[in-house]
């Protein structure tokens, strides 16, 4: 018996939503999916239900390159609320720990020297982490306090963009992967001796993307189905600007597509990098450069 095809349009690119607060990252990734008629789509990188900012979304082929753009940089802009603290980390949580102490500026500015570099961090207790194969959010509503592990965290940048009154601090962070923002401010409130959370939270960046550069979701409604929909898309090649880019010949792009090494020339790279071989301008792989050579361990589809 024949297999059936599968449903929707095999395109492949990036999508980048400006998303609202009120709205799961899944939320949006599925009205995209369906916008665009899409047989496969995921995105780089799960914002909070009340954060808004950068959600990328990745089409078809373009979902292979997801963790080039998790593994990189972002940038987030957040106000932290002083003299409580909430058993979710931000505003949408109940609030549990109360202080009307409230920190001066500089006390703030000094304290932020432990959040920068690389630093460790407990995951809030409603998160995405996993406890003995449990997202530990299910177990925190189901009335458990789960035991999270600290984890590695570099923080390129941490500081203050404004403080509106006693009770508020504006702040804006560069870091790398895994990174809680509620985290950050939950700490910084115990630092303080005040308590905090966050109470706005925004993804201004992340990777190649910008929030200024995103769509609203309203469009996905209003242009769904519609070809003019596509002039949103950008390339697949656009999540991968942080690798090394590398030439390559059509012999050597059909031994790649085909998971074998092939000839590849590139200026800014050395042994052992991991790059990407271009023909026309359009990827082929992603893997290790040896010696002339591309070790694929990511083959893209030829586009037709």
């Known amino acids: ?16 939503v400006d998303k609202p607060a009120g709205m799961t990252s899944n939320a949006v990734v599925n009205k995209a999916r369906w916008a665009f008629d899409a047989r496969k789509a995921g995105h780089a990188g799960t914002l909070d239900p009340d954060a808004t900012g950068v959600l990328a979304i990745a089409f078809g082929e373009a979902t292979k390159t997801i963790p080039f753009v998790t593994d990189a940089l972002k ?5 932290v609320r002083f003299g409580q ?19 001066g500026d500089a006390e703030i500015k000094a304290a932020l020297d432990m ?11 409603v998160s995405a982490v996993k406890v003995d194969g449990q997202r530990a959010y299910r177990l925190a509503r189901a009335g458990v306090e ?5 984890r590695d965290l570099w923080v390129e940048s941490l500081d203050v963009l ?12 560069v870091c790398g992967k895994g990174g809680y923002v509620r985290a950050i401010a939950r700490d910084l409130g115990v630092a303080l001796g005040c308590f905090g959370h966050v109470e706005t939270l925004r993804r201004i960046w992340s ?12 469009i996905l409604e209003t242009e769904a189905k519609s070809p003019t929909l596509d002039r949103y898309l950008l390339p697949l090649e656009t999540g991968l600007v942080d690798l090394p880019a590398l ?10 597509r085909n998971g074998q090494p092939g000839m590849v020339l590139g200026a800014a790279v050395e042994y052992g990098d991991t790059g990407w071989a271009a023909l026309d301008g359009r990827a082929v792989a992603v893997g290790i450069y040896r010696g002339g050579e591309l070790h694929p361990s990511r083959v893209f589809v030829a586009p037709t």
């Open 247 to 256: 030439r390559c010949t059509p012999e050597a792009a059909a031994k790649l």
């Open 85 to 103: 603290a909430t058993n979710t980390d931000d505003a949408a949580g109940t609030v549990v720990s109360q202080s009307d102490q409230r920190p």
């Open 115 to 125: 959040f920068r570099g690389a630093i460790r961090q407990v995951p809030p207790q």
């Open 1 to 16: 018996m024949a297999r059936s095809r599968k449903k929707g349009r095999a395109l492949s690119g990036w999508l980048v």
């Open 207 to 218: 990777g190649p993307f910008a929030a200024d550069d995103g769509i609203a979701p309203d």
């Open 75 to 79: 940038a987030y802009r957040f106000t």
């Open 146 to 150: 789960p035991e999270l592990a600290p």
């Open 162 to 173: 404004a403080r509106p009154d006693p009770d508020h601090a504006v702040l804006e962070m």
